[in-house]
């Protein structure tokens, strides 16, 4: 399976090897090609104009919701559109939990989770005086769900918020476990899929998860649109988050009502192109379906794995039984930097430094770890020039 | 890449020069770069005449940081405290790709101008080291 002539920048750079997918990931020429038709063709504003133009954007906008509901298996009047994953979580923290948080309620998080879900948590717990309980993982990066189970136990928890692949050692968590043991206790949970929704299928209805997040950048999509999925009767008891126009059915000086659904949570003008490449970038996935997919990358991770393993200075980092195409790793005397200016040069691109997630990162004792992380977009040559430029790497430090 | 990894570079990346604390130093001071985690600690000893008798330094970072504040260190060591600031702002110069004078061995550290994300890399030691020079005021030859 070869899908390198869907991404167009092989014919900028016909020898890129780009292994940094979980960082951010290529784009198919479908969603470029939908994006550009969208502006020169059917372009104009959204929910406004009594026009034609705007009323075939308002259809296509729309659709596009539809689109990317279904892919993630909820209804279309559970799913947000919003800048991205870090948006959501700090709009679900604001305007979900904040109001339902007292001193010493207690907010349940992972040592996998990537700051975007710390942060917006942490930061509710500076304003209410709540505290982030953190559960563990163990030296294979795997979450400990006794540890989980136990803190649930605890009156005080108000909120689960767990990652469900890791973006550091690609771990995919037993997310749909973790949901079942907070919704027995009656906690509200969300979860983070910004490493999952382009790797594996997600169904949020069977998951009978609370609030689940994503980007589309990470799912061939463009930059600056994600998806909000609000479990129904969480939407009326929510406070609005960002105001303004499209959000509201009335407003006066003295009076102000507001949507109900999405809407309550889009005001201003949307990331309306953006959704329309986030929907199409879906149907791409739909249309190469899970099973290649998933084939196609565990096929490269083994390729992978079995290439750095022969390796005596090379340690990889994370090693759960589960896993998707991320594998981030430490090589003896070479400092992960170092290696990333190296590949660069070979024009292989992978990440370097703390991946947003020091706490982690810390954990496993390394100031930094390299990240090679694989996508749709990869085939077994770019490992080889990976496996190639590490050599250059070793001569250089030898 | 042999601009950026230059042999010197590699030497004192993997087996630096003058690493170590001074206990009782004259002044020490720590530098931080969060974002990729590099972190330095420069201790000197300045005797009376004001020249920097001993510098060490404590730290992890990539090989380009470790070098830089390995060569630093040889550089400085020896020099009037006064005459740093003009050797700053010369490596300065030299590492943000502007003119300098020729700097002997610290050329091999000319090759970073061209990697705009790693001259941060280089700089925090020299950064870290006038940090220190800074807090610990004046240099003065009275009193003593």
Known sequence: MNFQNDFPVYKTYPNLAYLDSAASSQKPSCVIDAMTQMYQSQYANVHRGLYQLSEQATIAYEAARQTVAKFLGALEDQLVFTPGTTASINLVAQAFLLPRLKAGDEILVSRMEHHANIVPWYRLCEQTGAKLIV????????????AYAKALESHRVKMVALVHVSNVLGTINPIA?????????????????????????????????????????????????????????????????????????????DKVTYMSGPPKFEAGTPHIVGAIGFAKAC?????????????????????????????????????????????????????????????DHHQ?????????????????????????????????????????????????FA | MKGLYQDLIIDHGTKPRRKGIIENPSAKERGHNPLCGDQIEVFLEIDPDGVVKRI??????????????????????GRPAEE????????????????HDDLGKLEALSGISQYPMRVKCATLSWHTLMAALKKMGPVSTEGV
């Open chain 1, 283 to 343: 149907d791409y996935l739909s249309s190469i379906g899970w099973n290649q997919i998933m084939a196609h990358e565990q096929a490269l991770l083994a390729y992978l794995n079995h290439a750095l393993a022969s390796f005596s200075d090379i340690k990889v980092v994370g090693k759960a039984a589960s896993k998707i195409g991320v594998v981030s790793f430490v090589m003896d005397r070479v400092h992960p930097h170092d290696i990333a200016s190296i590949l």
């Open chain 1, 177 to 253: 476990s973790c949901i079942s043991l907070a919704k027995a206790r009656g906690v509200p949970i969300l979860v983070d899929g910004a490493q999952a929704t382009a790797h594996m299928p997600v169904n949020v209805a069977q998951l009978g998860v609370d609030f689940y997040v994503t980007s589309a950048h990470k799912m061939y999509g463009p930059t600056g649109i994600g998806a909000l999925y609000i479990a129904k009767d969480h939407f009326e008891d929510m406070m609005v988050y960002q105001t303004g126009g499209n959000m509201i059915l009335e407003v006066d000086f």
């Open chain 1, 135 to 146: 559960i563990e993982c163990d030296e294979l990066g795997q979450l400990d769900l006794q």
């Open chain 2, 84 to 99: 740093v600031q003009a050797l700053f702002e010369n490596v300065h110069g030299m590492l943000s790709g502007k003119g």
């Open chain 2, 56 to 77: 060490r330094f404590e730290g992890e970072g990539c090989a380009i940081s470790i070098a830089s504040a390995s060569l630093m260190a040889e550089a400085v060591e």
């Open chain 1, 348 to 396: 292989v691109c992978i990440r370097a430094g703390h991946h947003c997630a020091m706490p982690l990162v810390r954990y496993f004792g390394y100031p930094a770890l390299s990240r090679i992380s694989l996508g749709l977009n990869n085939v077994q040559k770019d490992i080889d020039q990976l496996i190639t430029a590490l050599d250059q790497v070793r001569k250089i």
